[in-house]
């Protein structure tokens, strides 16, 4: 009769048994997602190397990569040569600063899908201030006017899905996302207004960001990493954040303590909204002084894996967009070199982030393989 | 064929880590037979059917199905068995209709939702279901759902049906409906198990009736040959000395006062009918009644978190002297009265702390607003949180770890603790001994008496009746929302609660067998 | 003028219909798989690869095609390529239960990247000066058309003379809202998504259900970049020219209220919002540009009233977006 039980308890149980994890060690989870990565890099590698050996021979070996990949984010740093150092690190700036403007909503658990549409109407709001007042009022109110004009613009376009969410629970992801759509159509509108028949705004003189000791990039670098800390503190040490984080683990306790779910969902969205803004108004004020409909090239959805990757934590956040856009520019660069389509950055970036995303699961659940003994009932 | 047994389970017993759950229980059911199974909350009905039901695995003991020994591994094998169980809780698919959701996962040859349209109507009829097969599950009241589960157990050919507390949900008019149609399949052969807390229901429907208590089996007993009286103190049992110290009320002054309030929730059903009660200052007034009863609504009620359809709600305030309606303010404005209202809630984790948040964060919870500046301040808090790890005994590893990470005991010990701090004129609590071993159980009653010497008006909503009885100066009785009685503690019998418990306006059918 | 603006309506129409019913069968099985404008992209460019080798093979000869494997090479290819896409998502979200917004992301980065590369490796290898590869031959063997299309006046247009994948993607779509509604198969793949603790329950494997759901949905939302390649664009392919039509397509389930069949008129009528700014006169280039954006408008649109009105047929799966646990309920 034992054997019966038996024989049930070992048709019932699986081969391999997954069981969710109590926390796991922060170091133990950190050389999961560093093993990830590394899987990753590998991964890339050798696709590199295969492609290499077909198109550029002499550059298919993992040091020519490496070389190349490391001059073409890094530029001659060694020989005193930081331009590429600057340009690299405009872009994680801007990246960033996208990532650090999702994190409130997104620990909040409402998916802002719309980083792209919220910074471009940003851009564009500075675009129409430099276009419209450029030249009838000095710079040094033009600026200002910028600033808030881009926020307020941001805001707006975080502000309209909030209100729908909070009040009748709409889907937020798919209405943030049709908000970008909407947002480039209003630039591709604009742009062809204001730029004729040519397709472009001509880059703007009035109404740019003051140039900081001489660099292009280094004014946009200082506001970000600003933002870095003040997100951080935001988040930690402020009690608009703890609210963030009491509605994001539980809107049932939210209420209990007396919170207004529906407030801090809408201020949220709004300060979301408003930093993408301000991030789309950095680009445009602050280094590219016009607009196109792909000015801010799809980064508004690398940003929100960047800041689901990075535990929104912005120092972390800091890491994986130093190392998404490392990989991304290097990978840039070996793709030119070896002649092959720059898109292969592109793939790189999402072979990275798939990676990353699926480790999760080790870090989160337990795998077991079930032994091949007879279990004796206990 | 009356006296062939469908179902016997032999010295059946089930541990979940420490605790026993259900220790030797014999029980056999008869071919056209309806046993119930009698208990108090946590006396291990359920976990005891869904043995039977294979969710459960027992640890010692045997099933027997028509006199041979099986194994019940998987809600499969039950199926096999011919064994369907209604859950309390439904699993349906609320946008399906009724036929959609019966057919669901039976592969019986070519699917057509027609032909089984028709079974379910010729079920219907047979034992007089009122069932429209194309209506869909979220237009249904709670008693339609009911009856698509149980349909649907039959549909699969079940010929022993467990019911889980099957009129907790249901009206008194519904009840006598299910009953009905429950004596016309045992007339048909069907043994049935139904489990409940309910007397009059035991008595008016079941041929017998097999009493657990604390998991353990008291024994069976013919309903013909038993009355009330008897059933309840199996049920209960013999009165044990608890040894809860309990201090005199020290005042006359009324602190909280609830006048008719009445709540109706979505579904339309009236959760809260007509309750008034008084709590004064410096005492335990204690609540008692079946879970689900509208202990949850009530106390939400007065936190400023149920919405009400009539009544008051009046505090009186020890400080400024202002009497204050409480009714339709938000926790939020309740606070901002000047109002020292504390309250632990049943669900501690999901309402009254959050999970992934350490205990700094969560000695917050309720004072992160105060103070000018946007930021939060963290000293006063972890100096509260670690006062609450020594004073309270918390076994933690320390003052930021995650409050999920924590037993269940030392989760509460946490939870009150914080609600204490606020020094509350008013403080409501909600099982707080749930879950929690002896000592614990015996720090939180020291700590709710402590707040009664200071003069604190304590709600205390429990389950264990001796508890009840021995810490707690009055106890009032609710039953289906309303209360059918008020008890002087100091005086009263765990028979007079029990009779007050199960007594409600429904005795229509009492003997009728 | 009416029946040439129906007539490339219909053929706007098509690559959204293939992607709105690929993610409506999707999301019927509970996932929101964001992944569809990759696999679209990558849909195309592999039935572009299929097509460019057996062009390769024929000596870029049309003498020496064989129609039915000119049509087959490039249809097998695209739905292999958006299957196998399917899968890695399937795998990520299913077993490893991975957040389906950001693997789905991951997923478009990675299958719009894969695309451009790939056509754009293609364009070097053939080493041309333009930036499109033109597989003008097989899009003819794709293009033919019914017989009598020309001989029936509007009547041929309008209904016969489009090509093949059109019809499929209404087969397809109609085939798709039958088996929803009307078979168990349909009836299990509902309920997973609707609450697949109680499919669980019923016996039905639910991880099976979901990854044959996503795994079909990803090969039906491929057919519509082939479909793009070989019948919009005439067989030429160039990079990023397949642009947001992914993201219209999702925005078209809410659209349709997950119904395949609804799918068939709401990508018409999107394919006609895309296209009615040609045919207005009187309209500058520039209010042609804020007229595409009529269909995201109208999408936004339905998905507030849909969400106001809250009747219960017309949410979305139940568990959509979220992945299943058992033990964790």
């Known amino acids: 009769m034992a054997d019966v039980k038996n024989n049930i308890k070992s048709k019932r149980e699986p081969l391999i048994h997954i069981a969710k994890r109590d926390d796991m060690v922060w170091w133990k989870a950190w050389i999961i997602r560093g093993i990830a990565i590394l899987t990753s890099i590998i991964i890339m590698m050798a696709i590199a190397l295969v492609l290499a050996n077909v198109s550029r021979p002499e550059y298919a070996s993992v040091s020519v990569i490496v070389e190349t990949m490391y001059r073409g984010v890094l530029g001659r740093i060694e020989e005193g040569s930081f331009v590429m150092l600057w340009k690299y690190l405009q872009e994680v700036a801007i990246l960033l600063c996208l990532a650090l403007a999702l994190t409130p909503a997104f620990k909040m658990k409402f998916w802002n899908c719309g980083a792209e549409g919220q910074a471009l109407i940003g851009g564009f709001g500075a675009v129409v201030c430099m276009i419209e007042l450029g030249g009838k009022v000095p710079d040094a109110l033009l600026i200002p006017i910028i600033i808030v004009v881009s926020i307020l613009c941001g805001a707006i376009w975080g502000f309209i899905p909030a209100i729908f969410k909070a009040f009748f629970n709409t889907n937020e992801t798919l209405f943030t996302l049709m908000m970008n759509y909407i947002a480039t159509k209003i630039i591709a509108y604009y742009v062809y207004i204001e730029g004729g028949g040519s397709h472009v705004i001509a880059p703007q003189k009035h109404g740019n960001l003051p140039n900081l000791l001489n660099n292009d990039y280094l004014l946009n670098i200082v506001i970000v990493a600003l933002l870095t800390v003040v997100m951080f503190v935001y988040l930690k040490y402020s009690k608009h954040g703890y609210e963030i984080n009491v509605v994001g683990e539980s809107q049932n306790t939210a209420r209990y303590i007396g919170i207004n779910v529906k407030k801090v969902i809408i201020r949220t969205m709004c300060i979301s909204g408003a930093l993408c803004g301000v991030g789309g108004m950095l680009l445009v004020a602050g280094t590219d002084h016009t607009i196109r409909t792909d000015s801010i090239g799809g980064q508004g959805f690398t940003a929100i894996m960047i800041s689901w990757l990075g535990q929104f934590n912005p120092f972390i956040m800091v890491i994986m967009t130093g190392l998404v856009k490392f990989l991304e520019m290097g990978m840039g660069k070996v793709a030119d070199n070896c002649h092959l389509n720059s898109s292969f950055a592109d793939i790189v970036v999402g072979i990275v982030l798939l990676c990353v995303v699926g480790c999760e699961f080790f870090v989160r659940y337990s795998v077991k393989f079930r032994r091949n003994k007879k279990e004796v009932k206990a | 064929m009356a006296s062939q047994p469908a179902i016997e389970l032999k010295n059946i017993t089930k541990r979940f880590g420490k ?194 208590r604390k998991g353990e089996y008291v024994g069976t007993v013919n309903t013909a040959e038993t009355n009330e009286a008897e059933l309840t103190e199996m049920m209960v049992g013999k009165k044990v000395d608890l040894n809860i110290f309990r201090s005199e009320p020290c005042s006359d002054e009324v602190r909280l006062s609830v006048k008719g309030i009445t709540c109706v929730d979505r579904q339309g059903t009236v959760v809260l009918d007509d309750i008034s009660f008084d709590v004064k200052a410096g005492e335990i007034l204690g609540i008692a009644g079946i879970a689900g009863s509208g202990q949850r609504e009530l106390l939400e009620a007065v936190a400023g978190l149920q919405k009400l359809n009539s009544g008051e709600i009046t505090y009186n305030n020890p400080n400024t002297g202002n009497a204050d309606n409480l009714r339709d303010k938000t926790p939020m404005q309740i606070r901002n009265l000047g109002v020292r209202l504390s309250f632990v809630p049943e669900d501690r984790l999901g309402m009254g702390l959050v999970g992934n948040m350490d205990i700094v964060d969560n000695m917050m919870l309720r004072s992160y607003s105060k103070g000018k500046t946007v930021f939060l301040e963290r000293t006063g808090p972890r100096y509260l949180a670690l006062k609450i790890i020594n004073d309270l005994e918390v076994v933690t590893p320390g003052a930021s770890t995650p409050v999920r990470r924590l037993s269940g005991g030392n989760v509460q010990k946490v939870l009150v603790g914080r609600e204490i701090a606020s020094s509350p004129t008013v403080l409501m609590v909600a099982y707080p001994v749930r879950g929690l071993d002896i000592n614990s159980s015996y720090l939180i009653y020291n700590l709710l008496n402590e707040q009664k010497e200071k003069g604190v008006a304590v709600i205390f909503v429990g389950e264990d009746l001796d508890v009840l009885i021995e810490l707690c100066d009055r106890i009032m009785v609710i039953g289906s929302g309303k209360i059918t009685g008020t008890v002087d503690a100091r005086t009263t019998t765990k028979e007079e609660i029990g009779l007050l418990m199960t007594k409600s306006d429904y005795k229509g059918e009492m003997n009728n067998g | 003028m009416i029946v040439q603006f129906i007539c490339r309506a219909i053929l706007l129409s098509i690559p959204l219909l293939y992607g709105s019913t690929g993610e409506i069968i999707t999301e019927k099985s509970g996932h929101l798989n964001l992944g569809i404008p990759g696999i679209m992209y990558v849909g195309a460019i592999s039935g572009v690869t299929g097509a460019f080798l057996y062009e390769q093979a024929c000596g870029n000869d049309i003498a020496k095609m064989n129609m039915i494997l000119a049509i087959l090479i490039p249809f097998l290819f695209a739905v292999t390529g958006s299957v196998l896409v399917g899968l890695l998502y399937s795998f990520l979200t299913v077993t490893l239960r991975a957040n389906q917004n950001v693997t789905g992301l991951a997923i478009t980065t990675l299958g719009v990247g894969l ?77 997973v998504g609707e609450n697949p603790a109680t499919a669980d329950a019923a016996g039905i494997n639910v991880i099976k259900y979901r990854y044959l759901a996503t795994c079909i949905g990803a090969g039906v939302a491929g057919l519509g970049g082939l479909q793009y390649i070989m019948a919009y664009a005439d067989g030429s392919w160039s990079n990023d020219a397949f642009g947001d039509r992914g993201w219209m397509a999702i925005a078209l389930v809410i659209f349709a209220l997950w119904k395949p069949s609804m799918a068939i008129i709401g990508s018409f009528l999107f394919g006609a919002l895309c296209n009615a700014n040609n045919y207005i006169t009187g309209l500058g280039t520039e209010t042609q540009e804020l007229f595409k954006m009529l269909p995201y408008v109208v999408t936004i649109i339905v998905l507030i009233i849909t969400s106001m009105r809250k009747k219960r047929e017309h949410q979305p799966p139940e568990n959509l977006g979220l992945n299943y646990f058992r033990e964790e309920r």
């Open chain 3, 115 to 191: 695309g451009n590369f790939l056509g754009g490796s293609l364009i070097k290898l053939i080493d041309t000066d333009m930036s499109s590869i033109s597989l003008g031959k097989t899009s003819k063997f794709f293009k033919m058309q019914l017989p009598f299309a020309d001989d029936l006046g509007w009547f041929g247009d309008i209904f016969l003379s489009h090509d093949f994948l059109t019809y499929l993607a209404i087969i397809i779509a109609v085939a798709a809202s039958i088996i929803l509604s009307r078979t168990r198969v349909g009836l299990n793949l509902r309920s």
């Open chain 2, 19 to 212: 605790v026993v759950a259900n220790k030797n229980v014999n029980l056999t059911v008869n071919r056209g037979e309806i046993l119930s199974i009698l208990g108090e909350n946590g006396s291990g009905k359920t976990t005891l059917m869904n043995m039977i039901s294979g969710i459960y695995f027992p640890d010692e003991g045997s099933i027997y199905v028509n006199g041979e020994e099986v194994v019940i591994a998987s809600p499969k094998d039950a199926f096999t068995y011919n064994i369907g169980m209604i859950h309390q809780h439904f699993k349906l698919v609320d946008v399906f209709s009724a036929a959609e959701n019966i057919v669901l996962g039976i592969k019986d040859g070519k699917y057509n939702l027609k032909k089984s349209t028709e079974r379910i109507k010729q079920i219907s009829e047979q034992y007089g279901f009122e069932i429209d097969p194309e209506k869909k599950i979220y237009t249904m009241s709670v008693s339609e759902k009911q009856t698509v589960e149980i349909i649907k157990v039959l549909y699969r050919g079940a010929d022993i049906l467990i019911l889980d507390e099957p009129t907790a949900v249901l009206t008194p008019q519904e009840t006598s409906k299910l009953f009905n149609i429950l004596r016309r399949m045992r007339d048909d052969g069907k043994s049935i198990i139904i489990i409940t807390h309910k007397l009059h229901e035991v008595l008016s429907l079941s041929d017998k009736v097999a009493v657990l």
